[in-house]
């Protein structure tokens, strides 16, 4: 097991590596391509001005992804469990979702102004559809042999709902968390890149105003670390939830 | 095993017993499931009284047009023409004091097996009610009935945790917490292998004794419907009619050994000679 769970590291650190010895090797500008070495220190050197806008990204992105999550597991459930929702709601959603989300940008801005609203708006635009999908197919995928054990005892729709319908979604729920979670950090950036005076996004477009690449590069990995750990969050509070529909997984052994 | 007088004369005659007592009646019912072309008459014009407190036995070709019957009974799907009353009441909806057993468990997997069972009692009413208020005594209700099937201490269990033999004591237990007056069985021990079916046929009998709801089962096993039935009625392959009915007069408890005795031998070798020869090559396929 000691071994296994260093396997998530060996890629990103010899990915790293090579990316160094390459930058040293070729002589490669750093305007074009910083080294590793030189981004990290950038962030470990400018933490306290970083870390602002890290937590101001954070805090969009999470307040984004709550809302979307429950406006999708709402409308999903409405949708799963009624063909004439179904019908109503669908073709409309998903035309508005292969709207890209950067073009709603200057729309929240002209109703909201810049800032941190147009952001949590973006993402929770972002976060709806994949919840709504998913939710939707694991309440429609009910098993009617489950629906008739209740519904032979006299249950009502809602108590189908309530004691079936929903329980049984719920592993399509997280697994949909998961996607939503690293969706909503595109939504927040962005619009903070578009219209914002804090966050990841806006720190890294004056970065690049500036000509300061590490610092961008460092924005991107800060990015990538907080994708990460939410993801994981999520991955942990799966098994903990909905660790019945896993099974033989080190879970009830 | 005893035998009640003057019982055997019923053998062969239909009795198309008319009384008004009757608790489930079906009158010239018909059941059809699938539409249009592919429109398939499972029960045809048929009509049965059980009384109440009776326990019948339907056997004929298994498939889903005896499933869809249990089903137009306990009101999930509507007939085709004719009428179900229970209780004097005409169906016409899901039927509220009702427990039903299917071939498969049907357990809700994210439940543990103890929380399975109690599930009608969050539903039936008037126990739906009062459910969090009596929680530890509805809990107590269900460990007893888990004890009285043998499965004592597995209701912290998830189902997927027991094995098929196990989910079907369970899914008895869950058929029959809410006492309900009638008890539908389809095929619940169809999957199961025999020594575990007949084990199961022993924890039937045994909780039927105790509250004696009216129960329908329906099973293709000659030798399960002779020892939990009170009475046997042989249908026909699709289109289903009634070809035979007739009374098991043996004394209860009824044992295992009792089905090695002549006359249930005898009674099995009848009932076989009337299922036609259709059906029968349907049984065998589906025992084999």
């Known amino acids: 097991m000691r071994t296994r769970s260093t396997f998530p590291f060996v890629f990103p650190v010899l990915l790293f590596l090579v990316w160094e010895i390459a930058c040293r090797s070729f002589d490669i500008s750093v305007y074009i391509l910083p080294m590793p070495s030189q981004f990290l220190s950038t962030l470990l050197e400018n933490w306290n001005g970083i870390s602002v806008h890290a937590f101001q990204t954070m805090k969009t992105t999470l307040l984004g992804f709550f809302l979307g999550t429950m406006i999708g597991a709402f409308l999903g459930i409405a949708a799963g469990a009624s063909k004439t929702v179904y019908q109503t709601i669908y073709p409309a959603l998903v035309g508005?979702?292969?709207i890209p989300k950067v073009a709603l940008v200057p729309i929240f801005v002209i109703w909201?102004?810049?800032?941190?609203?147009?952001?949590?708006?973006?993402?929770?635009?972002?976060?709806?559809?994949?919840?709504?999908?998913?939710?939707?197919?694991?309440v429609a995928t009910t098993e009617r042999d489950l629906q008739d054990v209740l519904k032979s005892l006299g249950a009502n729709r809602l108590d189908v709902l309530r004691y079936v319908s929903v329980p049984?979604?719920?592993?399509?729920?997280?697994?949909?968390?998961?996607?939503?979670?690293?969706?909503?950090?595109?939504?927040?950036?962005?619009?903070?890149?578009?219209?914002?005076?804090?966050?990841?996004?806006?720190?890294?477009?004056?970065?690049?105003?500036?000509?300061?690449?590490?610092?961008?590069f460092a924005g991107l990995l800060l990015l990538a670390l907080m994708g990460i750990a939410m993801y994981a969050v999520f991955a942990v509070v799966e098994r903990r939830a909905v660790g019945w529909a896993k099974r033989d997984v080190e879970f009830g052994h | 095993m005893g035998i009640s007088p003057g019982s055997p004369s019923e053998t062969g005659k239909l009795s198309t017993n008319q009384r008004t007592d009757?608790?489930?009646?079906?009158?010239?019912?018909t059941v059809a499931y699938g539409s249009g072309v592919d429109k398939v008459y499972a029960v045809d014009r048929t009509t049965l009284n059980i009384t109440a407190g009776e326990f019948v036995a339907i056997v004929g070709p298994s498939g889903c047009g005896k499933s869809t019957l249990l089903k137009v009974i306990s009101g999930l799907t509507p007939p085709a023409a004719g009428r179900v009353t229970v209780d004097g009441e005409s169906v016409e909806k899901p039927l509220k004091n009702v427990g039903m057993a299917f071939q498969s468990a049907t357990?809700?997997?994210?439940?543990?097996?103890?929380?399975?069972?109690?599930?009608?009692?969050?539903?039936?009413?008037?126990?739906?009610?009062?459910?969090?208020r009596d929680y530890s005594k509805n809990r107590a209700r269900a460990e007893a009935f888990l004890n009285r099937v043998g499965l004592k201490g597995a209701g912290g269990k998830y189902p997927w945790q027991l094995s098929g033999g196990m989910l079907q004591r369970a899914s008895l237990c869950r058929a029959l917490?809410?006492?309900?007056?009638?008890?539908?069985?389809?095929?619940?021990?169809?999957?199961?292998?025999?020594?575990?079916?007949?084990?199961?046929?022993?924890v039937l009998q045994f909780l039927w004794l105790d509250k004696s709801p009216t129960v329908l089962l329906v099973t293709h096993d000659l030798r399960e419907?002779?020892?939990?039935?009170?009475?046997?009625?042989?249908?026909?392959?699709?289109?289903?009619?009634?070809?035979?009915e007739e009374r098991v007069p043996f004394s209860r408890p009824r044992k295992v050994e009792d089905l090695f005795c002549p006359e249930a031998?005898?009674?099995?070798?009848r009932l076989r000679s009337k299922i036609d020869h259709r059906s029968l090559e349907v049984i065998e396929e589906l025992e084999s």
């Open chain 1, 168 to 216: 049984r979604s719920m592993p399509y729920f997280f697994a949909s968390l998961k996607i939503a979670i690293t969706l909503a950090f595109v939504g927040t950036v962005v619009s903070e890149t578009v219209a914002a005076n804090r966050g990841i996004g806006t720190m890294m477009v004056r970065a690049s105003a500036d000509f300061d690449v590490p610092l961008a």
């Open chain 1, 112 to 138: 909201f102004g810049s800032g941190t609203v147009p952001a949590v708006l973006t993402s929770m635009m972002i976060c709806i559809f994949p919840v709504l999908v998913n939710v939707a197919a694991g």
């Open chain 2, 107 to 132: 357990m809700l997997p994210w439940r543990r097996t103890i929380e399975n069972i109690l599930l009608p009692l969050q539903i039936v009413e008037p126990h739906r009610r009062s459910f969090r």
């Open chain 2, 265 to 269: 031998s005898a009674l099995m070798q």
């Open chain 2, 22 to 29: 009757a608790f489930v009646q079906l009158s010239d019912l």
């Open chain 1, 96 to 98: 508005f979702y292969s």
């Open chain 2, 177 to 202: 917490i809410h006492e309900p007056e009638l008890l539908l069985l389809d095929e619940p021990f169809g999957a199961l292998d025999a020594f575990t079916r007949e084990e199961l046929w022993r």
């Open chain 2, 225 to 244: 419907a002779v020892y939990l039935a009170d009475r046997i009625v042989v249908m026909s392959p699709r289109p289903g009619r009634i070809l035979h």
